[in-house]
């Protein structure tokens, strides 16, 4: 019986096994067309080109039936100090193919694992045949190009929803120091409000056994909310990844966190909140993103749900809540220009647990507050921005200890947005070759109380009623790092209070 993988090289990495079967038809294709151009020559190229007619009548059988093979051998080389067995665990699914179209198939997932361990410079999979004495089997050789620069660092300058301005982020990573496919990183970011954090990671794709990738962090930060909720907020602490696959993540964080206000003029609600207070609490992410571009999607659809339980440790000062966010991404191609329209859903309730949880207050960083001129469109993950508010610029708020005119913003316990974004390529061929598009938006979105018995007073009329929308266009800028937009946004309805003004807005959103 003939070997059926027997000088085969799949070469998975660029191209599926559909794609290597219309390949190599092509190139029989034009040996054919050679041939009726030369009939003299024809018996002599078949005699000396075996292997062609050997090939194509493998990939004839594959497209009719599967093809039974079996894996005798996984071969690793090139790894000098990446351990085996960090490879192999990457490469299990090749083991248990019955078919050469499983075997494809599993030789490209495979390849596509080890390039995400992010420690090799090049990664090769090859089909090759068995020991002769056991026909119908194969032997897959991986050959693998370790990083030649193991050092890599990063720099770049971002605004986000959840922070205030604008942040240049710089990360400096270690790859693979003791050969398990290891990473060891350190973060620093500083925000032009004098906001900071100083991070270092550890990420390690196998740890005893387990199946999924194992990563802790310990940060130290520091947030300033002076200038919207008259508070500084410190925390020190520890997250430890637990479980990270393409659509779960669970994350335990311990941390220890000082809420301050040195210019002594918080409204009484946050003063209510100052002092210590210990983060204990355990996140569960679930995402599932079938868009086609994470900075111009135009067909596809996402949703995002995180739920997260605070107060785990037994101390009377851990924080003890619940919360809950979703988020559902839709975009829909009208077939000319490349335009698509993009809409999106999020939402969010956060509540306290525990006895007496009826007449106690959330904890304020814990609560949801929106605004900021981050792009929804790249965003997915809860209620957050909001085109032409400021962040921290709008819902319930109260008067500061000093001065009538002045007031904290102080979060709601449930929130919810929603958007609507068309873009459209520009006339400019210049511009559409670089991605260059314009589009056009709606938004909208409110926050409300629901501790200490406000729930009562929740009524869909009046959320309704405050709901805050704007609109606006403007020019889109994507490039590889971040997605530059130049926009004029229209404050349609805002409520007494409210952060807002039209104008054009210049954004940066990572």
Request: charged letters at 25%.
């Amino acid at each position: 019986m003939a070997n059926p993988t027997e000088n085969l090289d799949p070469n998975p990495p660029t191209r599926e096994p559909e794609d290597e079967v219309e390949e190599l038809n092509g190139d029989e294709g034009e040996v054919e067309e050679e041939e009726e151009d030369d009939d003299e020559g024809e018996d002599d190229d078949a005699v000396s080109n075996p292997q062609s007619l050997k090939t194509e009548s493998l990939f004839r059988r594959m497209r009719s039936a599967p093809v039974p093979v079996r894996v005798h051998d996984v071969i690793v080389k090139g790894n000098t100090k990446t351990k085996d067995h960090i490879i192999e665990a990457e490469v299990d699914a090749v083991r248990e193919a019955s078919t050469l179209q499983e075997l494809l198939e599993a030789s490209r997932v495979a390849n596509s694992n080890l390039r995400a361990l992010d420690v090799f410079d090049s990664v090769n999979v090859t089909l090759d045949s068995g020991p002769p004495e056991l026909p119908g089997t194969t032997n897959v050789i991986i050959e693998v190009v370790e990083s030649k620069s193991p050092l890599t660092g990063q720099i770049g300058a971002y605004t986000r929803a959840e922070a205030k301005s604008s942040s240049v982020e710089a990360s400096l990573k270690y790859k693979n120091i003791f050969g398990y496919g290891d990473i060891w990183d350190g973060s620093v970011i500083y925000g032009c409000d004098n906001s900071a954090e100083v991070g270092m990671g550890m990420y390690l794709p196998r740890f005893k056994g387990l199946p999924t990738p194992f990563s802790s962090r310990l940060y130290l930060s520091t947030q300033d909310w002076l200038n919207f909720s008259s508070y500084k907020e410190r925390s020190l602490g520890l997250s430890l990844g637990l479980l990270s696959s393409k659509c779960h993540e669970l994350v335990y964080t311990v941390g220890w966190r000082n809420l301050i206000d040195p210019s002594r003029s918080a409204s009484k609600s946050i003063r209510r909140q100052l002092g210590h207070s210990l983060l204990s609490a355990l996140k569960y992410t679930f995402k599932y993103d079938q868009r086609d571009s994470y900075l111009r999607p135009t067909s596809g659809y996402a949703f995002s749900s995180t739920s997260q339980i605070g107060g785990l440790a037994p101390d009377s000062r851990s924080l003890r809540f619940l919360k809950q966010e979703i988020d559902l991404r839709c975009a829909f191609p009208f077939g000319f220009y490349n335009a698509a329209l993009n809409i999106g859903v999020s939402g969010g309730v956060t509540f306290p647990w525990g006895r007496g949880y009826q007449n106690r207050v959330s904890s304020v960083p814990e609560r949801f507050f929106l605004g900021g001129n981050s792009s929804p469109v790249c965003s997915l993950g809860g209620p957050s921005a909001l085109w032409g508010f400021k962040t921290r610029g709008l819902g319930p708020n109260e008067p500061k200890r000093k001065g009538d005119d002045e007031r904290d913003f102080i979060g709601g316990d449930a929130a919810v947005t929603a958007f609507a974004d068309l873009s459209f390529d520009l006339p400019v061929r210049w511009l559409r070759e670089r991605g260059v598009h314009g589009h056009v938006f709606a938004c909208g979105g409110n926050m409300a109380k629901l501790t200490e018995n406000e729930c009562r007073n929740v009524t869909a009329p009046k959320l309704l009623e405050t709901f805050r929308t704007s609109v606006g266009a403007g020019i889109v800028l994507p490039t590889s790092l971040f997605r530059m937009e130049i926009n004029y946004c229209h404050i349609l309805k805002k409520q007494e209070h409210d952060k807002a003004k039209s104008g054009f807005f210049l954004t940066f959103s990572a």
